[in-house]
């Protein structure tokens, strides 16, 4: 089983990997796991604390969304700043924030989420060479740079992302140097904003202020600063929903101005630009939809439970298994032959406190007497999933199964290398 680490120029999904074991068959779609900028945010990791020995080694945050990957670090001598909300970790039960017990000789690693321009500057105050140590995902910060390029241009820039995830905080920080900004995080909240812009009276200040309470900029004008916007995205989130949402606003100012002008600056920006979403992301969508359209018994998605990318997979699994798709974070979540535990997210999707682990039935087993048919698992990987996880998975189901009903290892290779 190969990892989505690809190049930058292998952005194609292709059909999935059939793996026949006999008496289980798993679909693996073409692209899945680490994509780039995790995999080099990883190796940056890795190589600073064998390089330091004898510094302080800290990750500004979790470095992604991997609990098994951020443990690791932890046994080999990663200290996490703070938490994925900004929460700061302490020096021991009483001691101090750890961000106070900073010296200038330590090392402090931005992941790859990347980091606002306060934490950022709040490191350079203490000392901290940040420049060396960033791992940003090269295309977080193409997100940045188009934020920047439309602030310039007089827009107001709306992110399509979760206000509370890292990248998304790190995105709005960069914003605000350039232009207004506000968050939306789907297409309910985009279809109140458009209320709001095209219902212009009294009362359409404070429902904007009671709506989106910390999720705009300082001294945000909802008359001044909507009538011209652009959208960017958080880059795990689904392409698709962010087109949708661009595509509403465009008719929300269609509706509200008329047709845009030829010539004349658009109402709406972002529709020629709407490669900001990470080609991985994307393509690790596209590769799943492939496998999706084939015949299925159960899906697992595996990721952290804080991975925005993952749960997208999640859901394009369960719009078309229902209760048959699994959201799991490792092999241990599989109990036996009939059973897996799921992660459900709390509501609307939001990661964090609020979710919870709840048992469910795999599937129907055969009825006595009738032929057993071959159960066929789809089995994929979020931006954070190691390689390593997803061979557990499929060594954890083997296990379940009469070693004489499987194929061995070797047979199943040779079908893929046509042997």
């Not at 920047?148 to 509370?164: A, P, Q």
Request: charged share 25%; glycine share 8%; with cysteine.
């Amino acid at each position: 089983v190969q990892t989505c680490a690809l190049p930058i120029y292998e952005r194609t999904a292709t059909a999935p990997v059939l793996l026949d074991f006999g008496a289980v068959h798993y679909l693996v779609p073409s692209h899945f796991g680490f994509c780039l900028g995790v995999k080099n945010a990883i190796e940056l990791a890795y190589e600073t604390l064998t390089d330091n020995p004898g510094r302080r080694v800290f990750m500004l945050s979790e470095l992604i969304h991997n609990p098994f990957v951020n443990d690791d670090l932890i046994r080999r001598g990663l200290r996490y700043l703070q938490t994925d909300k900004g929460v700061p970790h302490v020096a021991g039960p009483g001691g101090p924030d750890l961000w106070d017990a900073l010296t200038p000789d330590d090392i402090v690693i931005i992941p790859a989420f990347g980091a606002t321009d306060e934490d950022k500057r709040r490191l350079v105050r203490k000392g901290i060479a940040v420049r060396q140590y960033d791992a940003t995902c090269m295309l977080v910060e193409k997100v940045w740079k188009a934020a920047r390029s439309y602030g310039r241009e007089g827009y107001t820039v709306v992110i399509h992302g979760k206000h509370e995830h890292e990248e998304t905080k790190a995105t709005f920080s960069n914003t605000r140097r350039y232009a207004p900004a506000i968050i939306v995080r789907n297409m309910e909240e985009t279809r109140q904003l458009g209320e709001i812009i095209l219902n212009e009276d009294a009362g359409s200040r404070s429902r904007f202020h009671a709506l989106f309470d910390g999720k705009f900029t300082p001294g945000f004008d909802v008359e001044r600063d909507l009538k011209r916007v652009a959208v960017v995205n958080q880059t795990t989130l689904l392409m698709n929903e962010t087109r949708e949402i661009i595509s509403y606003l465009r008719d929300v100012f269609a509706e509200k101005y008329g047709p845009d002008v030829p010539g004349a600056p658009a109402h709406v920006g972002g529709h020629d630009r709407n490669d900001t979403l990470c080609y991985a992301t994307q393509v690790n969508q596209d590769a799943l939809t492939r496998a999706l359209a084939e015949p299925l018994d159960a899906a697992f998605v595996i990721g952290g439970k804080n991975s925005s990318n993952t749960y997208q997979l999640y859901r394009l699994c369960e719009q078309r298994l229902g209760r048959r798709a699994f959201f799991i974070q490792s092999e241990a979540n599989i109990l036996s032959r009939g059973e897996a535990e799921h992660y459900v997210f709390p509501a609307k999707g939001r990661s964090g406190p609020g979710g919870h682990v709840e048992r469910r039935p795999l599937w129907t087993e055969s009825r006595p007497g009738d032929p057993p048919a071959p159960k066929r698992i789809l089995v994929t990987g979020g931006a954070s999933c190691p390689d390593g996880i997803i061979q557990q998975v499929i060594s954890r189901i083997n296990g379940f199964y009469p070693p004489d009903t499987l194929r061995g290892i070797e047979s199943v290779l040779a079908d893929l290398s046509g042997s």
